[in-house]
């Protein structure tokens, strides 16, 4: 079965979606494919589980290859905030859409390790569009809950999500505030921000080969707890662009 990705269709200007049938099943991938092509469809990406060697081995076969491991972390806000360093009076404010050209800006120099930029369906060019509109959209409520921002230094994102976590889905320090305690001060006002709309567990995401962020993490005290990955595949007649830096 193939589900429509449509902001990310629109995004773009291709038609792209989600494969997740028995994705070890060479038949079943095989028929979904055929599908897809039938349908329009340029782009396909799945998530096999990391340890499903069979549906790796399957979607490879079917052309699919690897574009992101990602790894997720987590913490307790509580028992986080209780052993974080005060944020400065003031240093931390919700982001307006008057920060929004500067957070579009930093964007296009903050993400590399992002999946997108390493998919050579995509431009990177198209991956700079992508994550200046996520932040547009996170300062409008439409990607996420809030924006903390530290004009001099850097900004996280906030999410509730519907199981009751907290989620910084995105978090950049501008390269003039790196090495002086700028992103540990962002998660904690993310934290603070997080405990006082109720929420006991924080998590966020990043790609394993981002080495630098997973020891951000750790040092923060987070625990790693989940681990997954996207594969994707370009249908016959897509484009390829190129996206590596």
């Known amino acids: 079965m193939v589900d429509v990705l449509g902001w990310d269709s629109a995004f773009f200007g291709r038609k792209m979606g989600v494969l997740s049938d028995n994705l070890s099943s ?60 005060p944020v ?37 060019e198209e991956a700079d569009r992508l994550h200046a509109a996520w932040l547009a959209n996170s300062v409008s409520g439409q990607a996420a809950d809030a924006v903390l921002i530290n004009p001099e230094s850097g900004f996280v994102t906030c999410k509730l999500t ?33 405990i006082s709309r109720g929420v006991a567990t924080v998590r966020v995401k990043t790609q394993v080969k981002n080495l630098r962020a997973m020891n951000f993490y750790h040092r923060l005290g987070f625990d790693l707890c989940a681990m997954d990955m996207t594969m994707g595949c370009m249908l016959s007649g897509a484009a390829v662009h190129g996206g590596t830096t």
């Open 88 to 124: 400065p009076d003031g240093a931390i404010r919700l982001a307006t859409t008057a920060d929004v050209p500067r957070l579009s800006a930093e964007a296009q120099t903050l993400f590399r390790r992002s999946r997108f930029y390493s998919d050579p369906f995509f431009t990177t």
């Open 26 to 85: 060479p038949t079943q991938v095989a028929s979904d494919l055929s599908a897809a092509g039938t349908q329009g469809f340029e782009y396909l990406i799945c998530h096999p589980a990391v340890e499903d060697a069979a549906a790796i081995r399957t979607l490879e076969a079917a052309g699919f290859y690897l574009t992101d491991v990602g790894v997720t972390w987590s913490c307790e806000a509580q028992a986080y905030l209780a052993k974080a360093a």
């Open 162 to 194: 519907k199981d009751g976590h907290g989620e910084v889905a995105l978090i950049g320090v501008w390269e003039g505030g790196r090495g002086r305690g700028a992103g540990r001060d962002l998660m904690t006002a993310a934290v603070t921000w997080f």
